[in-house]
């Protein structure tokens, strides 16, 4: 079955310095694989996607992800985290045969920026 | 701009009470989906439209139904909400076939009174 674990409830990070928010996957067959953000009391925001290509995804804000296929991870990352920044991030996975809404998501992980 | 719209933003509704949520989109995708959201939790899938075709998740309940009478609007109704029912409900499009992502809405928070 597919699934994603994002194992940190929580990230906090001061401002500045470069963050990253875990996700690992289980999949059969290719993953397609994607990040959101959600702001409170907001819909979910598009940040990137693994579709196939590159390992090393660019997105919106200055995000970035790493597919990793041996230690089946995408983890999100940015260089310098801003107190903007700060908000519920969703990891998820497209169900096999399903059209690109059809997600399975992660728990989330909050993350908190300090200035 | 082309987006999708969620009405109302919060809805109160009473215990057992039919209540129906909106969603509208100007992308033209002919893939429009509900999930839900409880508090502090992942959102969920309960059913998507791909065109006029009906899918619902096997565990999504009976109360929970879905009409989408064109390709720009979708509804979720709820026939009797109950407590547990209380959540944001998210609207989503996407292209079936097409690598693009999907699209959310800004979400209908639900309170049952």
């Known amino acids: 079955a597919q699934s994603v674990a994002q194992p940190e409830d929580q990230v906090n990070v001061a401002e500045g310095n470069p963050l990253t928010v875990k996700c690992t996957y289980s999949?059969?067959?290719?993953?397609?694989l994607f990040w959101y953000v959600q702001y409170p009391n907001r819909g979910l925001q598009f940040l990137l996607k693994?579709?196939?290509?590159?390992?090393l995804v660019k997105g919106s804000y200055g995000f970035e992800a790493e597919f990793n296929k041996s230690q089946t991870s995408f983890h999100l990352k940015k260089p310098s985290a801003l107190v903007s920044d700060s908000a519920l991030y969703f990891c998820a996975v497209r169900r096999p045969g399903g059209s690109q809404g059809n997600l399975i998501f992660g728990k989330g992980t909050k993350l908190s920026v300090k200035p | 701009d082309a987006m999708v719209i969620q009405n109302p933003r919060y809805q109160v509704t009473q215990f057992g009470k039919p209540v129906t949520l909106s969603c509208s989109q100007t992308?033209?995708?002919?893939?429009m989906y509900w999930y839900q959201q409880k508090s502090s939790q992942a959102p969920k899938l309960l059913f998507h439209y791909y065109d006029k075709d009906f899918n619902n998740e096997a565990d999504t309940p009976d109360n929970f139904q879905s009409r989408r009478p064109n390709t720009s609007f979708c509804f979720l109704d709820i026939r009797s909400p109950g407590l547990g029912d209380a959540a944001m409900y998210l609207c989503?499009?996407?292209?079936?076939?097409?690598?693009?992502?999907?699209?959310f809405g800004q979400g209908t928070r639900l309170t049952v009174v």
């Open positions: 693994y579709i196939t290509g590159d390992n």
């Open positions: 992308l033209n995708h002919n893939v």
């Open positions: 989503a499009t996407s292209i079936m076939g097409k690598n693009t992502e999907a699209f």
């Open positions: 999949v059969s067959g290719n993953p397609y």
